[in-house]
């Protein structure tokens, strides 16, 4: 029985960060593993509300009432079981998630909510180190075989699942290392990578082929995937980068996208190059984008030594608490988000757009014209207007571009399976998750549009339950009530 007066004894706390100046000397998490105590205390503030709304904020349905009382009463290995009955990487959401459970925690109507993400990654955390993430491999093999093609997220939650179901999976990577964008987009300090490769060691003794340095469509046909495999399932995310295309002096040298930024300065610290041809060091950054994306790059021009970094955002600064009149409680609210990189440094524009990129007059960009301006729906659709007099110059020798993705990539295993994207440039699925195609199947990013990872390991626990069942194998598998392979509208 949970304790009913736990939050009036604590209060809300989350665990310290490490000291700026010294955490952004290295690339090391941001947040050391927080004491046990304070956990246990933070748990204890969960009251078991009659109707936990939190299970119906996270998309994975996480029992979290059941692992708050677990952890309040010490009993860690069966909160990390039950925690892993939803969730497949818990040590994945439990440091990145934006937790949406919280904003629909109940104890937030009144007071500050359960800091349930916390919770969960402590709870992850002591089920890594006293030894209770154990292979589960199957006790019998169903003879069925699957490829999964993309291995973010999404393609890893659904491979362990089938695996342990006892098909024969094999999962195919473009890139040289296993982890979709937890791997080469996310940084260190958000995410260290040995995190995913614990994850992966379990998976391998489980059964699962992992297969690098395929580009399927290219190195393989989907032809031949469709011929040696019983299903292929889709979860190649939605990579196409958002461009800010006629946008006068975008074609200056120092004009980048964010993921052309990220993905090598995240190789830079996995030891896999000596140095990134995109360096903010001594550089006046400017970002274009107030997402969380922007607030990987300005956390990472600041491990690289930028001399300035401003972030801009087009839209008007965010009251800092919930306004309940337009997003009431237990929805998801539109309020200020403060990433630990904004404490880090660098300045934050709010209400403008870029005008022009200026040249130096030798083909680099020099600064960036920006104007304010006001974002308004007129009819249902995105306007923006320019205030007229408005424009100014920010300094600036690298500008990246943040603005988010345009869907999953035009690519050839698209046009050999005779799958076309929507207009989200998303791939669409039906009620069983399949494409189009016969015994294809889609999610994740790439059928969700761009998102977050909780939503990913949902849509692929939901996915790998549709191909068990396509399969034919007995039994079903576990999956959220809540993910739809209807189209949704991104959550990012
Ligand atoms: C910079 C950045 C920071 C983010 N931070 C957060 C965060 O803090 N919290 C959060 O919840 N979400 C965050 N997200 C979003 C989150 O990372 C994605 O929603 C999630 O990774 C999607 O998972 P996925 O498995 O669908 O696809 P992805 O992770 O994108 O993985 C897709 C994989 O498919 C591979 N692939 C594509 N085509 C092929 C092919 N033909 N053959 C073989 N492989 C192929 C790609 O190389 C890639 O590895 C962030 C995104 C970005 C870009
Ligand atoms: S996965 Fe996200 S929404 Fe679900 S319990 Fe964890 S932090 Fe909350």
Known sequence: ???????????????????????????????????????????????????????????????????????????????????????????????LCPAPCEAA???????????????????????????????????????????????????????????????????????????????YGIPDFKLEKERIDARLAQ?????????????????????????????VLLTCGALAGRDTHGTPGRQLRGVHLAMDHLVPANRVVAGLQESTPIDARDKHVVIIGGGDTGADCLGVAHRQGAANVIQLDQYPLPPEARAAELHPWPTWPVILRNYPAHEEGGERVFGVAVQEFVDDGNGNVAAVRVADVVVERVDGRRTVTVTPGSERDLRADLVLLAIGF?????????????????????????????????????????????????????????????????????????????PTSQPLAATR
């Open 1 to 95: 029985m949970p304790d009913p007066n736990g939050f009036l004894r604590y209060e809300r706390q989350l665990p310290k960060r490490r000291p700026v100046p010294v955490r952004i000397r290295d690339w090391r998490e941001v947040y050391p593993p927080a004491g046990e105590e304070l956990i246990r205390d933070q748990a204890t503030r969960c009251m078991d509300c009659g109707i936990p709304f939190c299970h119906e904020g996270c998309p994975l349905g996480n029992r979290i009432p059941d692992w708050n009382d677990l952890v309040r009463t010490n009993a860690w290995a069966a909160a990390a079981e039950s925690l892993h009955a939803t969730n497949n990487f818990p040590e994945f959401t439990g440091r």
């Open 406 to 482: 345009e869907g999953t990539e035009q690519q050839p295993l698209l046009d050999q399976l005779g799958v076309t994207r929507n207009p989200r440039g998303a791939v669409d699925a039906g009620d069983d998750w399949q494409t189009g195609a016969d015994g294809v199947f889609v999610a994740g990013d790439m059928h969700r549009g761009a998102s977050l990872i909780v939503w990913a390991i949902a849509e692929g626990r939901a996915a790998a339950a549709a191909i068990h069942q396509y399969l034919g194998a007995p039994g079903d598998l576990p999956a959220p009530v809540r």
């Open 203 to 231: 998976m391998e003794a489980e059964g699962v082929i992992f297969q690098t340095g395929v580009n399927v469509g290219v190195d393989v046909t989907a032809d031949d995937l469709r011929e040696r495999f019983d299903a």
């Open 105 to 183: 925690c109940v104890l937030g109507i009144a007071d500050d909510p359960v800091t349930i993400k916390q919770v969960e990654v402590e709870i992850a955390n002591h089920a890594f180190d006293l030894g209770y993430v154990k292979p589960q491999p199957p006790a019998t093999l169903s003879g069925r075989s699957v490829a999964v093609v993309g291995s973010g997220p999404a393609g890893l939650a659904a491979a362990q699942q089938l695996a342990r179901a006892g098909h024969a999976v094999t999962v195919f990577e473009r890139d040289d290392r296993i982890g979709g964008l937890l791997r």
